[in-house]
């Protein structure tokens, strides 16, 4: 079975800080992807950044990067320089890839309130 | 216009009601999921669909049904509401290409009393 775990309900940053947003991975499967998601006041999911679980460089997108560490099996995700837009629930979610290479369906955390501070 | 709708974006209805939730993409993706937010609980799959003739049970289809109409609708049927299923509704697509990250709809806001 596939879990995600994110320890923090909520954070707060002080605007053009950097701040690690936490996730922890449970599987079996030795084949997986990593994925954040920011969902706004709004409510609509954004797709931010993915990992996966064989490639060798942590993924990096604009001022979202992925520190990834296998060993640990977590995937923070690091927001460099935070603006005020960047207040938002953010989601960690996981894909596996059972041993026959079909898909699993993809497993969201309960997610991290954001709030970065002006 | 938005890749993948959601109609209606806000609804209210009563406990016993039938209720749809209808989703269309744009994206022409073949697959397509119904996902439900609670609060501390992240998101939550009920149905999936990898194509019209492929349909399949998520983490919590009970008191669900879904109907794939065509490669680019989905719809999510409550045959009996009742007031735990009150939540957020998201539609989500995904292609083969990239790595496969989901693209969500903005969302269904549904309240039963």
């Known amino acids: 079975a596939q879990k995600i775990t994110q320890t923090q309900p909520g954070m707060f940053v002080q605007e053009k800080e950097a701040v690690t947003l936490d996730c922890t991975y449970d599987?079996?499967?030795?084949?997986?992807?990593l994925f954040w998601y920011k969902q706004p006041s709004s409510g609509e999911m954004i797709f931010l950044i993915y990992?996966?679980?064989?490639?060798?460089q942590n993924a990096t997108e604009g001022r979202y990067s992925l520190n990834f560490q296998k060993a640990r099996k977590s995937a923070n995700l690091v927001i460099s320089a935070s603006q005020l837009g960047d207040s938002a629930m953010y989601f960690c979610?996981?894909?596996?890839?059972?041993?026959?290479?079909?898909?699993?369906?993809?497993?969201f955390g309960s997610g991290t309130q954001l709030t970065v501070l002006p | 216009d938005a890749d993948v709708t959601q109609t209606p974006r806000n609804r209210i209805t009563k406990t016993g009601k039938r209720i749809m939730l209808e989703c269309s993409q744009t994206?022409?993706?073949?697959?397509m999921y119904w996902y439900r937010q609670d609060p501390g609980l992240g998101l939550r799959l009920i149905y999936y669909?990898?194509?019209?003739?492929?349909?399949n049970k998520g983490e919590i289809s009970d008191g669900y049904s879904v109907s794939r109409q065509a490669q680019a609708k989905f719809s999510l049927s409550l045959e009996s509401a009742i007031p735990n299923q009150t939540a957020l509704y998201f539609c989500?697509?995904?292609?083969?290409?990239?790595?496969?990250?989901?693209?969500f709809g903005p969302g269904t806001r549904l309240t039963v009393l």
């Open positions: 599987t079996s499967d030795q084949s997986y992807g």
């Open positions: 989500a697509t995904a292609g083969l290409a990239g790595v496969g990250e989901q693209f």
């Open positions: 994206k022409g993706h073949d697959r």
């Open positions: 669909s990898f194509d019209v003739k492929d349909i």
């Open positions: 979610a996981m894909r596996a890839f059972s041993s026959s290479g079909s898909a699993r369906q993809l497993t």
């Open positions: 990992q996966g679980s064989y490639d060798e």
